[in-house]
C-alpha cells in the first residue's frame, strides 16, 4: 500500500491517454450493424432526390411554363413557408427548391438515428461498458459514430452530386453538400445530446426538436422574404441549406457556415466526451418515487409515453399557432396566378383560397400526426423486442390488454394532437375553430389507418414491424412533394390522406371518412387477432 | 510478489449516494483474489474504476503499475473483462463479437478460442439476438479467457451458467493461474470462491472490511463447541472470546472466537472430556457474519 501515497491520486480530469485508440475497430462494428439500415437511407433518400428531373421534365416541358410557375409559387408567403424561395426556373433550379428542405430534414434524421444509436444507446445497452474495458479509448465511440454518419452523409451528397450532374455539376455538388451539411450538423447536435442525457431516447428527441425547430424557423423567415434573407432563415441550418441556391449562381461560401458549426459542435462533444463517467450524462436524472402507483397494464403505457405526447402536443399546438399565423399572407396574395391556384387545389381542394391555404395545413398536421401513431404503436414492437414486454405478460395481464394501453394512447394521442394543432391553427389565424377542428378530426380516419397498419404489421409479421414507418413516410412525400411534382392521381391514391375531403372549404363528404375508419378498425382487428396467436419475440 | 491491483483510500459518489468509502484492495500477481460482499457494497463499483470507466473522486488506485484513469488504452491491452449481464449487438453472430473483443485487446489466441468454444459448448454462428443468458455470459467469457492478456477482472461471470459449465469455468480459471495470469473475481457463488480462491477480500458499504486467505479468515471467526462433560462446567462464561454458551447439566454448546479456543479446550479438559465435537465456522458463516448489518462491525 505504501507504493502509491495519497499524492499520486488521480490526475485532474482528462481524455486519458490514447482517447481515441479502437476509432477504426468501433466504425467497422458500426458499419457492419448498419450494413442494411445505412444503404437503405442513401439509396431510397438520394434516389429520390435524383430522379426529380425527370418528372419535372414531363411536368413543366417548357421553360416558359417553368418560368411561370416559379414565378408564381416562389411569390406566395405560404408556399414559400412549405418550400422555401426558388431562385432559378431551371429544371436543377426547381428540383433544388423542393427538395432542399426535405432533404435536410430526413439527413437529419438519419444522422441523429445513426449517431445516438452507436453513443448514449450504447451505454444504456452496457454493451460499451465491455468495449471501453477493450483497447478503446474515451473518445472512440463518438468519433466512430460521427465517421459513420459522415460515410452515410457522403454517400448521400455523391449520390445526389452524380444523380444530378446533367443539370449542371456546380449545383449538384452544392445541393449535395448542403444536404450532407444539414446531416452532419445534426450527427454532431446528436453527438452532443447524447452526452447531456442518460437516455437514448431522450437524446433523440432533443435533437429531433432542434430539427423541427430548423424548420419552423426556415418556414418563418420564407414566409416573409422573397429571397431567403431573413433573419429567422438565417438562424435555420435548414435555411443555409436552401440559402446555397443550387443551380442559381451557387453561393459556395454558405457551405463554410456549415463546416463551421458542425467544428464547433464536435468540438464540445468531444471534449464531454472526454471528461465524464460511462453510462453518466452531465443532465442529472431525477430520482423517482419510492413506491409506484402503476396499477394496470394500461397505467404503465402511460407513463411510459406520456413524456412523448407531451413533446408532440406542444409541438403540434405551436406549428398550429405559426402556421395558422400566415393565413393572411395567404389571402392577400401577390402572385395570385392561375398555376399557383392550381397547385393549391391539388393540395387543399376548390374552394377560397384561405380555406385552400388552411385545408393545406391541416393536411400536412394530419401526415405528421401518422409519424406519431406509428411510432407510439411500434413501442409494443421495441417493448418486445428489449424483452420488457415478455414479464408484463407472464402476469394476469393479457396481449390484447396490453397493447389496448399502448393502442389507446397512440389512436387517442393522435385525435389530442389534430385538437391541439388546429386549435393553434384557429389561434393564429383568428379564424372560428368550429370548421378547422372539424377538418382536423377528418384527419383522423388517414391517420388511424397508418395506426392500423403498424399494429397489423406488429401483430402478424412482427420481424417487418418497423416497414410501417416506410409506408408513413412514403404518405408524407407523397402529400408533400406530390402535388407540385404533378404525379398522376393512381400513385397519389397510395396515400389514405388523398381520399379524405379537403376541409375547411369544400361539403363534408362521409364516405371515404367512414371507409377509412372502417379499413383501420379492420388493421386493427387483424393485428390483434395475429399477436394472439403468434410467438412473442425474444 | 509484485502486486497487480493496489487500491488505496478510494472514494466514488454518485450524487448523495457514496458507493465508495475509503476503499482498500491488494491483489498479488498470479493469484486469483477473491472480491465479495453484499449488493450494493461497490463491487461493481471499483471494477469500473479498475477499468477507466468511472472516475474516482479521490484515493489512489494502480493496475499493472499503471494508472487505471490515464493510462486506460494501454492498460486494455493486458486486461480481459467479464460482466455479470452481458448485452450483444442483435444482427452479430457470437463468433463475430468474440473476434471484435479478441482484435480490440492484446489479440487473440485461435486455438485456444476453438478449444473453449468447444468446451462451453458454445455455437459461435448465432446471431446476439437468440442467444440465452447463459450464452450471451458464454461469449464473454471465451473471447476473455482466449485472449492473450495478464489480468482477468470478472465479475459474476458465471451467472446464468449451468454447473456443468461452472465446472468447466473453474477448470479455466485454475488454467490462468497456472499460467500465471492474476484473476481478480467477484462472485456471490460461494462454492466456486472456495476451490478457486487463493485470497479474498470482503467489503460492505464502499469498505473493506476482511482481506486475507480463508483459512486467515477462518482464524479470525469463531468455532462452534459441543461437549458432553464428566463433572460441571466451570468458569466458561468467563474466559475470553467465548460467547453463546448453553449449559445444559453436563452438555454444553458455546461459540468460540478461534484463537481463543486453546483455553477454552483446557477449562474443559479440567472438568473431564467424555465426548467433544468442534466445527469450524463454515464459509456460508463467514460470509453471513461479514455480511451481516451490525453484527459483523462490532467484532
Known amino acids: ?538 | 510478489m509484485t502486486k497487480a491491483i493496489t487500491v488505496a483510500g478510494l472514494h466514488k459518489s454518485f450524487g448523495r449516494t457514496h458507493a465508495l468509502d475509503g476503499l482498500d484492495l491488494a491483489v498479488e500477481t498470479g493469484e486469483v483474489h477473491g472480491f465479495l460482499g453484499p449488493n450494493g457494497a461497490g463491487k461493481s463499483t471499483t471494477i469500473r474504476v479498475l477499468l477507466g470507466l468511472l472516475r474516482a473522486d479521490s484515493g489512489a488506485a494502480q493496475l499493472l503499475g499503471r494508472d487505471p484513469w490515464n493510462d486506460a488504452v494501454e492498460l486494455h491491452r493486458r486486461i480481459a473483462y467479464v460482466p455479470g449481464d452481458v448485452t450483444l449487438w442483435r444482427n452479430l453472430s457470437g463468433g463475430e463479437v468474440i473476434d471484435l473483443y479478441g482484435r480490440l485487446r492484446g489479440g487473440l489466441d485461435k486455438a485456444r478460442r476453438a478449444d473453449l468454444i468447444e468446451r462451453f459448448e458454445l455455437d459461435p454462428t448465432k446471431k446476439g439476438r437468440t442467444y440465452s443468458k447463459g450464452n450471451r455470459q458464454k461469449v464473454a467469457l471465451v473471447a476473455a479467457l482466449a485472449s492473450d492478456v495478464d489480468l482477468l477482472i470478472l465479475d459474476e461471470p458465471t451467472s446464468g451458467l449451468d454447473p456443468l459449465m461452472e465446472g468447466v469455468f473453474r477448470s479455466c480459471v485454475e488454467e490462468e493461474r497456472d499460467r500465471g495470469r492474476t484473476v481478480l473475481l467477484s462472485s456471490h457463488v460461494l462454492s466456486e470462491v472456495e476451490a478457486l480462491c487463493d485470497r479474498v477480500s470482503i467489503i460492505r458499504k464502499g469498505r473493506t472490511v476482511e482481506s486475507g486467505s480463508l483459512a486467515d479468515l477462518r482464524h479470525l471467526t469463531r468455532t462452534s463447541v459441543s461437549a458432553e462433560l464428566v463433572g460441571a462446567p466451570n468458569g466458561l462464561t468467563h474466559l475470553p472470546g467465548v460467547h453463546d454458551v448453553d449449559v445444559q447439566g453436563r452438555r454444553v454448546k458455546l461459540q468460540v472466537d478461534t484463537d481463543k479456543l486453546d483455553a477454552v479446550l483446557r477449562s474443559l479438559t479440567e472438568s473431564g472430556i467424555r465426548s467433544l465435537t468442534s466445527s469450524p465456522p463454515t464459509l456460508e458463516e463467514l460470509f453471513l457474519r461479514h455480511y451481516a448489518p451490525e453484527e459483523a462491525m462490532s467484532r
Not at chain 1, 343 to 353: T, V
Not at chain 1, 403 to 428: N, R
Not at chain 1, 502 to 515: F, H, I, N, Q, Y
Open chain 1, 1 to 538: 500500500m505504501t507504493a502509491i501515497g495519497q499524492t499520486a491520486a488521480f490526475a485532474p480530469r482528462s481524455g486519458g491517454s490514447r482517447p481515441l485508440a479502437g476509432t477504426g475497430a468501433l466504425l467497422r462494428l458500426a458499419l457492419r450493424r448498419d450494413r442494411v439500415m445505412l444503404p437503405l437511407w442513401v439509396i431510397v433518400l438520394g434516389g429520390a432526390i435524383s430522379s426529380a428531373p425527370n418528372s419535372l421534365r414531363n411536368l413543366y416541358s417548357t421553360a416558359a411554363e417553368r418560368s411561370n410557375v416559379v414565378e408564381s409559387m416562389s411569390t406566395n408567403g405560404s408556399l414559400r413557408a412549405l418550400y422555401g424561395p426558388a431562385f432559378s426556373d431551371s429544371i436543377g433550379g426547381i428540383t433544388a427548391w423542393r427538395y432542399v428542405t426535405f432533404g435536410a430534414l430526413m439527413a437529419g434524421i438519419m444522422s441523429l438515428i445513426i449517431v445516438v444509436r452507436h453513443t448514449r444507446e450504447e451505454e444504456e445497452t452496457g454493451r460499451q461498458e465491455l468495449l471501453s474495458a477493450a483497447m478503446v479509448g474515451r473518445r472512440a465511440p463518438l468519433t466512430a459514430a460521427l465517421l459513420t454518419a459522415l460515410v452515410a452523409n457522403a454517400a448521400l451528397a455523391l449520390l445526389i452530386a452524380a444523380g444530378l450532374g446533367g443539370e449542371g455539376r456546380g449545383g449538384a455538388l452544392t445541393l449535395g453538400l448542403a444536404i450532407g451539411g444539414v446531416g452532419m450538423l445534426f450527427a454532431t447536435m446528436a453527438g452532443i445530446a447524447a452526452q447531456l442525457t442518460e437516455s437514448a431516447r431522450l437524446a433523440k428527441g432533443l435533437t429531433a426538436a432542434a430539427l423541427a425547430l430548423a424548420f419552423v424557423l426556415r418556414a418563418a423567415g420564407d414566409a416573409g422574404a422573397r429571397d431567403g434573407s431573413s433573419v429567422l432563415t438565417w438562424l435555420s441550418p435548414v435555411g443555409w441549406a436552401e440559402n446555397t441556391r443550387a443551380f442559381a449562381a451557387e453561393r459556395w461560401w454558405v457551405l463554410l457556415l456549415f463546416a463551421g458549426a458542425i467544428v464547433v459542435q464536435g468540438v464540445i462533444a468531444f471534449n464531454l466526451a472526454g471528461r465524464r463517467d460511462i453510462g453518466m450524462s452531465f443532465l442529472p436524472t431525477r430520482p423517482g418515487p419510492a413506491e409506484g402507483r402503476l396499477r394496470a397494464a394500461g397505467s404503465l403505457a402511460w407513463r411510459l409515453q406520456r413524456g412523448s405526447v407531451l413533446g408532440w402536443g406542444v409541438g403540434f399546438l405551436a406549428t398550429g399557432v405559426m402556421f395558422g399565423g400566415m393565413t393572411e399572407g395567404a389571402a392577400d396574395l401577390v402572385g395570385d396566378s392561375e398555376k399557383t391556384r392550381e397547385i393549391f387545389e391539388r393540395m387543399g381542394g376548390q374552394s377560397s383560397l384561405t380555406d385552400a391555404f388552411l385545408a393545406a395545413m391541416v393536411g400536412m398536421l394530419g401526415m405528421v400526426a401518422a409519424l406519431y401513431v406509428v411510432q407510439t404503436v411500434l413501442r409494443l414492437h421495441s417493448e418486445e423486442t428489449a424483452q420488457r414486454a415478455e414479464p408484463i405478460l407472464a402476469n394476469a395481464v393479457g396481449r390484447i390488454r396490453w397493447a389496448a394501453g399502448h393502442l389507446v394512447i397512440a389512436f387517442g394521442g393522435a385525435a389530442l394532437l389534430m385538437v391541439l394543432g388546429g386549435l393553434g391553427l384557429a389561434i393564429g389565424s383568428g379564424k372560428e375553430p368550429g370548421p378547422i377542428l372539424g377538418a382536423c378530426l377528418v384527419q383522423l380516419a388517414g391517420i388511424w389507418v397508418f395506426g392500423g397498419l403498424a399494429t397489423l404489421l406488429h401483430g402478424v409479421f412482427p420481424k417487418a414491424a418497423v416497414a410501417a414507418w416506410g409506408a408513413s413516410g412514403i404518405a408524407l412525400a407523397l402529400g408533400w412533394i406530390g402535388p407540385a411534382l404533378n404525379l398522376p392521381q393512381s400513385v397519389m391514391n397510395l396515400s389514405p390522406f388523398e381520399h379524405l375531403p379537403s376541409l375547411p372549404g369544400p361539403e363534408m363528404r362521409w364516405a371515404p371518412v367512414l371507409t377509412l375508419t372502417v379499413v383501420a378498425a379492420g388493421l386493427v382487428a387483424a393485428g390483434l387477432a395475429g399477436l394472439r396467436r403468434r410467438d412473442i419475440q425474444t
